[in-house]
């Protein structure tokens, strides 16, 4: 049952989230495209594109569109699809919200245990790690081209050599989206 | 006294109108919450910011939640998440739904051939920014790079890496105390 496994998944992202949308994006990658093959990689590339185009937190965005294209993927129809979408976001903020609401009313003071403080300084270390093989998995022959057919390679290059370097200097990444998207337009279809 | 609908409002506003994710609606949080409604301190405000980066989950959604929480109890997070996510699942779903028609069309084909490597050179650069708040030297780089090379090249379910680094973590706070104590 697609919706009960949809669930199931989604909630364990929510909970496994340390490091915000980043590290969100790399779980959802790993459980629907690796583990349940739900989606193909491509399919999930450009669901980030559209996530990351989109107004809203990247997380958030990325659970609604990967439950939309899950359900219609196992074969319902678009409205089941829809209910995927909701029972995906639904699942994935529902144990950091009762967490949260926990850690305002009676956890605050163990912010400056010890044990917590390694935790945390350990876990930083390692999402710093699973985004990194996330962005890893992404490089594919379908997304950037395969080497041999050389235009789509070597654009795909330029292209996410330029908006990484743009990205870390602080450009807004909309515009980084967008110009890309024009830099395909223009090379794709002209050419 | 804050009103549920005041509360919907700053939050469906600060959802709906940040492009970029969770860190881009931090500083539009603080305006609207500390400088325009005075519903916060300060203080109160980088801390519940502090707190939702620490706790798992998205950073806007767990700020969502302590705000609405701290404000109106437990009503009040309901409201303030619904509102915060609200527009932007619309947006999405409406989008996912179009995207099936439009797939076919070649312009819209050659937009995701040049959006691909954009989204995920995104997803590559806050590695390094993430790797320098995390104080990671050259005596620390093994923990990063081999937990992405036991996801990337031996398919280790990330999950069981998050696991392990919590153990890890466990383990070293609990050798630290030894070597104090002695």
Wanted: net charge positive; charged share 10%; hydrophobic share 55%.
């Amino acid at each position: 049952m697609i919706f009960w496994e949809l669930f199931w998944t989604f909630l364990k992202i929510g909970i496994f989230t340390f490091g915000g949308g980043a590290a969100m994006v790399a779980l959802i990658q790993n459980e629907v495209t690796v583990h349940h093959h739900w989606l193909t990689t491509q399919e999930y590339t450009d669901i980030l594109a559209v996530s990351q185009m989109t107004p809203g937190p990247i997380g958030i965005n990325t659970a609604t569109y990967t439950g939309y294209t899950a359900v219609l993927n196992a074969g319902y129809g678009p409205w089941a699809a829809v209910a995927g979408s909701l029972l995906a976001s639904f699942a994935v903020i529902l144990l950091p919200v009762a967490l949260m609401i926990l850690a305002v009313r009676f956890l605050q003071r163990y912010r400056n245990n010890r044990y917590v403080g390694s935790v945390f300084q350990m876990l930083r270390m390692v999402v710093v790690g699973v985004i990194a093989a996330a962005a890893l998995q992404l490089v594919t022959a379908e997304s950037f081209g395969h080497p041999a057919l050389s235009l789509h390679f070597i654009a795909s290059l330029l292209i996410f050599l330029a908006v990484f370097v743009l990205s870390m200097r602080k450009c807004n990444p909309i515009w980084l989206m967008l110009g890309s998207g024009l830099a395909g337009l223009l090379l794709y279809g002209l050419v | 006294m804050v009103k549920y609908c005041e509360l919907f409002w700053s939050f469906f506003k600060i959802g709906t109108f940040t492009l970029g994710g969770g860190y881009a609606m931090i500083p539009l949080m603080e305006q609207e919450l500390v400088d325009r409604h005075g519903w916060l301190s300060q203080a109160d405000f980088l801390d519940q910011v502090a707190l939702s980066q620490s706790m798992p989950g998205v950073l806007a959604v767990n700020m969502a939640t302590g705000v609405g929480y701290r404000l109106k109890g437990l009503r009040g997070s309901v409201v303030a998440v619904v509102a915060n996510v609200m527009m932007p699942i619309i947006f999405i779903i409406t989008l996912a739904m179009l995207y099936r028609y439009f797939r076919s069309n070649p312009h819209v084909e050659h937009f995701f051939m040049g959006v691909r490597p954009a989204a995920v050179a995104l997803i590559a650069a806050p590695v390094f920014k993430l790797a320098k708040s995390a104080g990671i030297g050259w005596k620390t780089l093994w923990v990063p790079v081999a937990s992405a090379l036991l996801i990337w090249l031996l398919g280790v379910n990330p999950i069981f890496v998050i696991l392990a680094a919590i153990a890890l973590g466990l383990l070293a706070g609990l050798l630290n105390r030894k070597g104090n104590e002695a």
